[in-house]
């Protein structure tokens, strides 16, 4: 079955970086695109990046627009989040996303598989 792993969260102080990885199996990898939502207390998941299944098409939600860097290695079924210069308001539970029919823009809708979530916590 289709297994799909974050890894990389964690507490960081504002100002600070992280680099979430995700690492996707039981599907043909590169055939998906891919992509990070995140999810704060009391709020709906939105979208933070995506790239499609080539690598070549990204998309990065304004809100992190120059802060944010997605990539990924078809070799290793893997997807990145590099996020630099972090502030309190990045803090929220990080997922990856898998969609087949990705085409530029991602949606928690059209999403095909989920992880379980990664922790961010980015502290004042």
């Known amino acids: 079955q289709v297994q799909v792993v974050e890894s990389g969260g964690g507490l960081v102080q504002a100002g600070g970086s992280l680099r979430l990885s995700c690492a996707a199996s039981?599907?043909?990898?590169?055939?998906?695109?891919m992509g990070w939502f995140r999810q704060a207390p009391g709020k709906e998941r939105e979208f933070v990046a995506g790239i499609s299944w080539s690598g070549r098409s990204t998309d990065v939600a304004d809100s992190v627009k120059g802060r944010c860097t997605i990539s990924r290695d078809n070799t290793k079924n893997t997807v990145n989040l590099q996020m630099n210069s972090l502030k309190p308001e990045d803090t929220a539970v990080y997922y990856c996303a898998v969609e087949r029919a990705y085409a530029g823009v991602m949606t928690a809708l059209k999403v095909d598989y989920w992880g379980q979530g990664t922790q961010v916590t980015v502290s004042s």
């Open positions: 039981g599907l043909t990898f590169s055939r998906y695109g």
